[in-house]
Structure formats: structure tokens, C-alpha cells
């Protein structure tokens, strides 16, 4: 969790009325976790392709056209705006190498898709309370949550504390991998005719929302264990 720069406050209200863009009806979204350790999904099936920023500069606030690693044939192409890119530490950065993306504190950026979709993926590191992830459809909110309140959903706290700490970091570097903060993939599923083609990647303050290997596509099975489904408003 780096400190950086100001230029976007989320408060506590917001962050309730993100939380309560969940609220019930007849569609939902399902959020699944993968095993502690694990740097992409290994639940989700017929994904487009993954963003892993390693060949971008590592500098802040800038703008990419992402083809998730597919080159020419990438079915989709993705926009982000406003990202912010850091070379890995123990903050961040899948299995500890390569680069990865941030948002510095009080600020977020965007990806926009020139396709929908209705699966997202992303390595989160180093994960806090004020680390938020806001889908879109066009202009309308599809679904918001902080990521962190996705381990407050699993079972027992001796599992919740198996994604604490960065493991590669400690092995590759010997070195302490921050065993106050989680680190996890996530998986988001849209079913039932939901889809998105934005995504903000907000932080609050303090702190940064790092996150790597995004990946992008439409899923048609899983495997693993659900987390949690949410109920969510239908247009």
C-alpha cells in the first residue's frame, strides 16, 4: 500500500452508496476467490485475454490500448485512462516480477472496453479497505464493491489469514512480504444477461489499489467455490 498523490476523495458515505448499488432483484453477480498463492484465474473458462502491464513504462497517470495479451487476435481492445504503473515490490506485481497498476491515494482510473463483456479477473496486492471496483455499462452502474469486504465473506478467519502476506515476495527476495494485507485474485461473473464495458479502479485514502493481470471475457463455466452471490437491479 503506497502513498500517493491527492486528487480524488472517497468517503465513508460513498463507499455505503456503493455498497448499496448491490441491492436486490432478480439478476446477480457472482464473486469467486481463487486458492491463496494464485496469480490468475484458474475458475473461469472462455476469458478474451490478460493485461499484465509488463511492457508498459513505470511512471503515473497514463493512458494504454490494452489487447490483453492477444495481439491481432484479441476480440476486444480495452482503453485505460488515468493508470498509474510501478515496477513489482512487495506492494505488487503477480509472483513478484514484471510491473503492475495502481491508483495513488485520493484518485482511480478507467478501462473501457470497445466490446462488453460480462467476466472480469484481477490480481489484487496489498489489498485495504479503500480499494473499490465500479462496472459500468455505458453510464449506468452495473456493480460496486470494496474488495477487501470479499474476504470479510469467507468462512473462518484461518482462511481469511491464508491470503496475508506476499509469499513470492518473501521467497524471491527474502525479505519481509507485508503480512498485514491480503493478497488474492478475484473473479467477477455477470450472468443472466448482465454485462459491463467500464471499469473504475478507485482508491480512497490513504494508501494505493494495486492490482495486476486483469483479464477480460465472457465466461461460460466455472469450477471452485463461490464466495458469494449478490442480487443486483435490473433495468
Do not use: C
Not at 498463492?37 to 490494452?66: C, K, M, N, P, W
Not at 481492445?77 to 513478484?96: C, E, K, L, Q, V
Not at 479477473?121 to 470494496?146: C, K, M, Q, W
Amino acid at each position: 500500500m503506497h502513498l500517493g498523490r491527492m486528487s480524488f476523495f472517497v468517503s465513508f458515505a460513498v463507499l455505503q452508496i456503493l455498497i448499496n448499488l448491490v441491492n436486490a432483484t432478480r439478476k446477480t453477480v457472482t464473486i469467486m476467490v481463487d486458492s491463496p498463492d494464485t496469480y490468475e484465474t484458474f475458475l473461469v473458462r472462455s476469458i478474451f485475454g490478460v493485461e499484465r502491464f509488463d511492457s508498459l513504462e513505470a511512471r503515473t497517470h497514463q493512458s494504454y490500448d490494452s489487447l490483453f495479451g492477444m495481439g491481432r487476435r484479441s476480440p476486444i481492445t480495452g482503453t485505460y485512462t488515468g493508470i498509474s504503473i510501478a515496477t513489482a515490490d512487495m506492494y505488487g506485481g503477480a509472483n513478484s516480477r514484471g510491473k503492475y497498476a495502481y491508483a495513488p491515494s485520493n484518485s482511480f482510473y478507467a478501462l473501457n472496453l470497445d466490446k462488453p463483456a460480462n467476466y472480469f479477473g484481477l490480481y489484487v496486492s496489498a489489498a485495504d479497505s479503500t480499494n473499490i471496483v465500479r462496472f459500468f455499462h455505458h453510464i449506468e452502474t452495473v456493480f460496486a464493491i470494496p474488495v477487501k469486504f470479499v474476504l470479510s465473506w469467507l468462512e473462518d478467519n484461518r482462511r481469511r489469514n491464508s491470503y496475508k502476506g506476499n509469499k513470492t515476495y518473501k521467497r524471491w527476495w527474502g525479505a519481509d512480504g507485508n503480512n498485514s494485507e491480503e493478497y488474492l485474485f478475484i473473479n467477477f461473473l455477470f450472468p443472466n444477461g448482465v454485462v459491463y464495458n467500464r471499469v473504475h479502479f478507485i482508491q480512497g485514502r490513504p494508501g494505493s489499489f494495486e492490482s495486476d493481470n486483469h483479464t477480460v471475457g465472457n465466461w461460460t463455466r466455472t469450477s471452485g467455490r463461490r464466495v458469494v452471490t449478490f442480487r443486483i437491479e435490473e433495468d
